[in-house]
């Protein structure tokens, strides 16, 4: 009941509009030749607090390479920088980063509109041909480069081994043996088997690919999700809560996933190489080994995971292309990505990485790069972000029994023809 | 500048024009630059005064509006506006598409559904709050010890930023680790889903807002309380009039004035209450706590790319439902004999 609250939520709902189509004229015409590179560079970087101290220290070794270089690292928390590098670059550039660190559905999001510079023929796409080619390819937009890819990952099912021991159950290989796995963990220790996230639509992808279906039919332009195989994918999801094999949140559902996991009050856990240096740090893995990955259970169909992983873009009204270029190709080389691989077991993008040593040894590199072979592609589209929302205002209620699935996916199907517009059917 | 000095200068001219007996008549030929002119030479300083004023709300204020509904009446979003990003230059390709959005809108069951939960919420929040305020302020209206310090205390949530204490309260939701179902559970009760269910989510976000508005209404009323004189009560109680009777026939019209006053602001504050709801339940689960603007803000911030003329329509609709109520609502006090 803030008078200044109140009144900023009245003008904003009316003036959004106006602060966000302002016009920049500030062009970059002070292009400089030559290959001294100087000036600062603005990093926004979206990795979480496990990850953000290395990735903070393999920045500023870019200024050890140019002297004349400032990095400026910035830390934006993952959910809140897509928001805030849109209104920092439409407002007329002030405040927009020179390199942001992008999620691949973001990456055509932010070429559409044009904030992205294209990358073709700059020095930061230097060897593309190192790159996995599902990394180059949601890098891509009409034809263009806008990004390029920084790790990649997809969702994989953590386990606490020793729980599973205790339990007398063999990781899962789908959904039907979890159920099975997940009651006999409670009959024997007491604990839940799965935690699912209610919160994040990302978590529902398994299920869709799951069951032989897919959100979109992008060469079709068709919307798929009200599909037999959609409908079947929340259902599935359903059953497990319901039948409590997994439990859920519809607020906070990281921070109760992750606390459950560490702490041991759940087995299994599903999760991206993202979280393996977090999970690590529970007082359930104080033996690092542990913690087991296998690939996400399959559905009716066969197995699938989604293909996620960051890129680097680069702001198309940066005072500081040259450096920007260098920069986004810094943290993309060959030595930048097996330190990340290193210390966060993240997974390169580059295939002469996985030669190397340390990279090849670790074992959750060896397991997420052949689950990576295997995910599937999301739909490379400007809406590709967008399309989680609408699961998302269906996922709740449908984990918790309280919507039918044919309804949610109704309901995401209408979502997503009123979102893509057009000739989409 | 000239379109901002403008507005200012008109009003003048007219009310001048209104005032002055003489002017009345005005001479086709004979411009009146030389009466303005007076006018501005005897007044310059007022409109000095008042000039800055005119600027900011007609820069912070005028403008916006000016082109939200102006972006409500076209398909204008983030990908076919006008801008130019350093190398990037996009011209602009929406166009104007008249009332379709509106159109779209009130034909959409989402609107009809966010709009009956708005009105649910904001009714029942501003009840509550007004009640607990009401309540607290003829407590807090006594001679005890203490009162200043008890005053005091129930001013806090007002002095903690919003955010600050809607962070805080998400914190004791929290099912599995939350200090509310701790407390639960040690009293043997089985932990409630606060955000996580439908109907509690709806219940708690409602808590909070109130939790949060008390603080104001109690001011207020306080004040209120306070200025009416104690002769009344004095000369009711020797008429014989019971407690009750007092409250009725003294209290609550002595009142009428404060009450109405923030009845009205805390219902526009209630519901256009961004913060509360994005904070603590983004909307959610689903879009059960959503209203309407958390729903804007959907539309113009979250989906990509950003909908301005979708934003921009539910933004014209939010306005006008709330001068429609303001206008019945000063309708039914004038009708009471209030003067507003």
């Given amino acids: ?425 | 500048m000239a379109v901002d000095t403008s507005p200012a200068m008109d009003p003048a001219a007219g009310a001048k024009g209104a005032r002055g007996r003489g002017g009345r008549v005005h001479k086709p030929g004979t411009p009146p630059p030389r009466r303005i002119r007076n006018a501005l030479a005897r007044h310059w300083y007022a409109w000095a005064m008042v000039a800055p004023v005119v600027l900011v709300i007609g820069l912070i204020i005028g403008y916006p509006l000016v082109r939200g509904v102006y972006l409500s009446l076209t398909d204008a979003n983030e990908a076919n506006v006008e801008r130019t990003i350093g190398i990037n230059h996009i011209p602009a390709t929406y166009k104007t598409v008249g009332l379709d959005n509106f159109r779209a809108i009130l034909k959409d069951q989402v609107f009809w559904d966010r709009l009956s939960w708005t009105v649910t919420w904001t009714v029942s929040c501003v009840a509550l709050t007004f009640a607990i305020g009401l309540g607290l302020a003829v407590l807090l209206n006594r001679r005890f010890a203490g009162r200043t310090l008890y005053r005091s205390l129930l001013i806090l949530p007002w002095a903690v930023p919003a955010f600050v204490s809607v962070f805080a309260w998400r914190l004791l939701y929290n099912e599995k680790n939350g200090i509310l179902n701790k407390v639960l559970h040690g009293g043997g009760i089985d932990a409630v889903p606060w955000l996580n269910d439908p109907t509690m989510a709806k219940v708690s976000v409602i808590a909070v807002n109130i939790w949060l508005g008390v603080p104001f209404m109690l001011v207020a009323l306080l004040g209120g309380l306070q200025s009416i004189p104690g002769e009344l009560y004095e000369a009711a109680e020797m008429d014989g009039a019971s407690p009750w009777q007092r409250f009725r026939h003294i209290t609550l019209p002595g009142l009428r004035s404060v009450s109405s006053t923030v009845i009205l602001l805390s219902t526009i504050w209630t519901f256009n209450m961004f913060p509360v709801i994005f904070l603590l339940t983004r909307g959610g689960p689903g879009d059960s706590t959503e209203i309407l603007v958390t729903y804007a803000y959907r539309l113009s911030f979250v989906n990509s790319p950003r909908d301005f003329a979708g934003a921009s329509a539910w933004g014209v609709l939010i306005l006008l439902i709330l001068m429609l109520f303001a206008v019945i609502y000063r309708r039914s006090l004038r009708k009471q004999g209030e003067v507003w």
């Fill in chain 1, 1 to 425: 009941m803030r008078r200044g609250i109140a009144a900023t939520a009245l003008v904003a709902a009316m003036a959004l509009a106006a602060t966000a189509c302002g016009g920049d004229d500030g062009g970059s015409g002070d292009k400089k030749s030559g290959g001294h590179l100087s000036g600062t560079v603005t990093y926004w970087d979206t990795s979480n607090d496990a990850e953000k101290g290395t990735y903070k220290e393999l920045a500023l070794g870019f200024e050890k390479k140019h002297p004349d270089v400032k990095v400026n690292y910035v830390n934006v928390p993952f959910g809140e920088a897509l928001a805030k590098f849109k209104n920092a670059a439409g407002s007329g550039g002030s405040g927009a980063p020179d390199v942001l660190r992008t999620e691949v559905a973001w990456t055509q999001d932010l070429a559409n509109i044009g904030y992205l510079a294209p990358l073709d023929g700059t020095p930061a796409l230097a060897d593309q041909s190192d790159y996995l080619p599902k990394a180059l390819a949601g890098a891509k937009f009409k034809g263009k480069t806008y990004a390029v890819p920084q790790v990649i990952d997809t969702l994989g099912l953590f386990y606490n081994k020793k729980m599973l021991k205790d339990a007398g159950v063999q990781p899962p290989k789908d959904w039907t043996e979890l159920k099975a796995a997940a009651k006999k963990i409670k009959e024997k220790t007491g604990k839940t088997g799965l935690y699912l996230r209610g919160d994040d639509a990302y978590w529902y992808l398994p299920f869709i690919y799951g069951e032989g279906g897919d959100l979109l039919d992008t060469g079709a332009k068709k919307v798929t999700i009200d599909d037999e195989p959609g409908i079947k994918a929340f259902a599935a999801a359903r059953d497990l809560v319901t039948s409590k094999a997994a439990e859920t949140d519809a607020t906070d559902g990281w921070d109760n996933m992750q606390n459950a996991i560490k702490n041991g009050d759940v087995a299994m856990t599903i999760n991206g190489p993202w979280a393996i240096e977090d999970t690590l740090a529970g007082k359930a893995f104080k033996d690092k080994s542990n913690l087991g990955v296998v690939p996400v259970p399959a559905g009716s169909k066969g197995q699938g995971a989604p293909q996620g992983g960051q890129n680097l873009t680069v702001y198309a009204g940066s005072k500081n292309l040259d450096a920007s270029y260098a920069f986004a190709q810094y943290m993309s080389s060959p030595e930048v990505q097996a330190k990340t691989t290193e210390k966060l077991s993240l997974l390169p993008t580059r295939t002469s990485v996985y030669s190397n040593k340390t990279v090849a040894a670790n074992p959750n590199v060896k397991f997420f790069k052949a689950a990576v072979d295997k995910a599937v592609e999301r739909p490379w589209i400007p809406e590709g972000n967008s399309l989680f929302q609408a699961i998302l205002v269906q996922f709740p209620g449908v984990l918790t029994g309280k919507t039918s699935p044919e309804k949610a996916a109704n309901a995401v199907g209408d979502a997503y023809r009123k979102l893509l517009k057009g000739d989409w059917k």
